[in-house]
């Protein structure tokens, strides 16, 4: 499914135009960056999942093409982790 087919989802959904519901998905996903990106980096939504923040430190991986032995900088990533009632859907 493609952002655009899940706004056109929403807006069918919820009574409202495509419009509106492509501004309330900006929403949400500008709202679940935000907590992300706050000390703790963590965002709940009971039922549907929780949304966290990583760090994943430095480490040493190879080039696949050369063999190489390359240095991989340390970052920041998300994790999701499904609630019950979305993994009981599925």
């Given amino acids: 499914m493609t952002k655009a087919d899940l706004i056109e989802a929403m807006a069918k959904d919820a009574g409202i135009t495509k ?3 492509g501004n309330v998905l ?4 500008d709202g679940v960056t ?7 980096g963590k965002v709940t939504l009971v039922g549907f999942g929780t ?3 990583s760090r994943r430190k430095a480490r040493k991986g190879r080039n696949p093409q050369t063999g190489a032995v390359i240095k991989i900088k340390a970052t920041n990533v ?3 982790k499904a609630g ?5 859907a599925i």
């Avoid at 900006?26 to 996903?29: I, K, L, N, P, R």
């Avoid at 019950?84 to 009981?88: A, G, N, R, S």
């Fill in 78 to 80: 998300v994790k999701f």
């Fill in 26 to 29: 900006d929403s949400f996903v």
């Fill in 51 to 53: 949304f966290s923040k």
């Fill in 19 to 21: 419009a509106a519901a």
């Fill in 34 to 40: 935000k907590g992300l990106k706050k000390k703790d």
């Fill in 84 to 88: 019950k009632q979305l993994k009981d």
